[in-house]
T-cell receptor, first 116, second 114 residues
Framework: DTGVSQDPRHKITKRGQNVTFRCDPISEHNRLYWYRQTLGQGPEFLTYFQNEAQLEKSRLLSDRFSAERPKGSFSTLEIQRTEQGDSAMYLC??????????????FGSGTQLSVL | AQTVTQSQPEMSVQEAETVTLSCTYDTSESDYYLFWYKQPPSRQMILVIRQEAYKQQNATENRFSVNFQKAAKSFSLKISDSQLGDAAMYFCAFDQTGANNLFFGTGTRLTVIP
């Protein structure tokens, strides 16, 4: 197992276009997270899944954003009608939840989105 | 609302020396988790060290240790015997719920001078 994989690594798009990113978590991990990181800032939580259920969504996740994890394995994050303010790095992370403690989070290398 | 503050945008340290990165946070909760993450140029966030708020003992991982002051809401990271590979952005993070929806600070860029 090589860790959390994200595809593509870079995406350049024109304003108004739709984009979709993919995340493959570590295979036995049941939790999957999406974070967004803008230049000079730390990552900001967007949403997370436990198996296929989307359990929490940040208010940062506007109605132009949708995330899915249909079979509880990989996840996609789609941004519709992209805006220049969507330019950021989108990070995916996964963990194995099994107890009350915050479990170790493993991050991917992110997808860098540039909206022109 | 939870906030995490890292007041040092940049720090530098000589190789083999010790450096301390600062972090303060604000919460009204008594039970939570604190983390330091490292982000090298590869962009992948790597967990350096974790502290549960109910534990009085400061966490240690090899050359990395924390000074957790719960009353002061302070959580600093000490890196001993700094190595060139320690050069990266370091982020302090807070997790109230245990569900890994972390609040991150703005980061400290650490430079290691040979």
């Amino acid at each position: 197992d090589t860790g959390v994989s994200q595809d593509p690594r870079h995406k350049i798009t024109k304003r108004g276009q739709n984009v979709t990113f993919r995340c493959d978590p570590i295979s036995e991990h049941n939790r999957l997270y999406w974070y967004r990181q803008t230049l000079g800032q730390g990552p900001e939580f967007l949403t997370y899944f436990q198996n296929e259920a989307q359990l929490e969504k940040s208010r940062l996740l506007s109605d132009r954003f949708s995330a899915e994890r249909p079979k509880g394995s990989f996840s996609t994050l789609e941004i519709q009608r992209t805006e220049q303010g969507d330019s950021a790095m989108y990070l995916c992370a996964s963990s194995l939840s099994g107890g009350a403690l915050s479990e170790k989070l493993f991050f991917g290398s992110g997808t860098q989105l540039s909206v022109l | 609302a939870q906030t995490v503050t890292q007041s040092q945008p940049e720090m530098s340290v000589q190789e083999a020396e010790t450096v301390t990165l600062s972090c303060t946070y604000d919460t009204s909760e008594s039970d939570y988790y604190l983390f330091w993450y490292k982000q090298p140029p590869s962009r992948q966030m790597i967990l350096v060290i974790r502290q549960e708020a109910y534990k009085q003992q400061n966490a240690t991982e090899n050359r990395f240790s924390v000074n957790f002051q719960k009353a002061a809401k302070s959580f600093s990271l000490k890196i001993s015997d700094s190595q060139l590979g320690d050069a990266a952005m370091y982020f302090c993070a807070f997790d109230q719920t245990g569900a890994n929806n972390l609040f991150f600070g703005t980061g400290t860029r650490l430079t290691v001078i040979p």
